[in-house]
């Protein structure tokens, strides 16, 4: 008597099995990596971000304070990194510098606040007062730096503006 060979169609061999199990693995390699890329990319678009808002928002502010300016005060630290600009407009008296890496802005000196978000720093802000024979302007260079867990970004930043109230 011959036995015939029957074939289970219940279960799998233990070849099937580790080669199910080396496919599992490499699609789970694959996801994994995906989300830790995509965690990497998120965290550098958030520090680029924070240094743009801050960016912004410290420049848009002193432009706009400058253009409204008469005259910068002799007490006013150019070309020189922490600078310090003080501005004179009617009787408000404006001043932007630089304290513990965070720009902030005093007006008829009261602290009214920082212009950077807590975690970007500033690295460098200079001011430089440029005069000509018919026009007062101020020059300024903002160097803004954050850091996070997927590694440090600096930029630049400048802009000029003229003193409307000085002519």
Same mark, same amino acid.
């Given at each position: 008597m011959h036995r015939l060979l029957r074939t289970s169609s219940r279960g799998m061999t233990l070849l099937e099995a580790l080669i199910y199990v080396a !496919? *599992? %693995? =490499? *699609? =789970? &390699? /694959?996801?994994? +990596? !995906?989300? %830790?890329? @995509? @965690? $990497?990319?998120? +965290?550098? =678009?958030?520090? /680029? $971000?924070?240094?743009?808002?801050? /960016? &912004?928002? +410290? @420049?848009? $502010?002193m432009m706009r304070d400058i253009r409204a300016a008469s005259s910068v005060d002799a007490a006013s630290i150019l070309n020189a990194n922490p600078g310090q600009l003080t501005l004179l407009s009617g009787a408000t008296t404006t001043m932007f510098s630089l304290v513990n890496g965070s720009l902030r802005v005093r007006e008829n000196g009261i602290d009214i606040g920082s212009l950077t978000l807590p975690d970007v720093s500033v690295d460098t802000l200079m001011f430089e007062k440029i005069t000509s024979s018919s026009i007062l302007g101020v020059r300024i260079q903002l160097i803004l730096t954050a850091t996070s867990s997927v590694g440090t970004k600096s930029e630049s930043f400048e802009d000029f503006a003229v003193l409307r109230g000085a002519y």
């Open positions: !496919l *599992l %693995v =490499l *699609l =789970l &390699t /694959a996801i994994i +990596g !995906l989300f %830790v890329s @995509m @965690m $990497r990319s998120y +965290g550098a =678009l958030i520090v /680029a $971000r924070h240094i743009n808002e801050s /960016a &912004t928002i +410290g @420049m848009e $502010r």
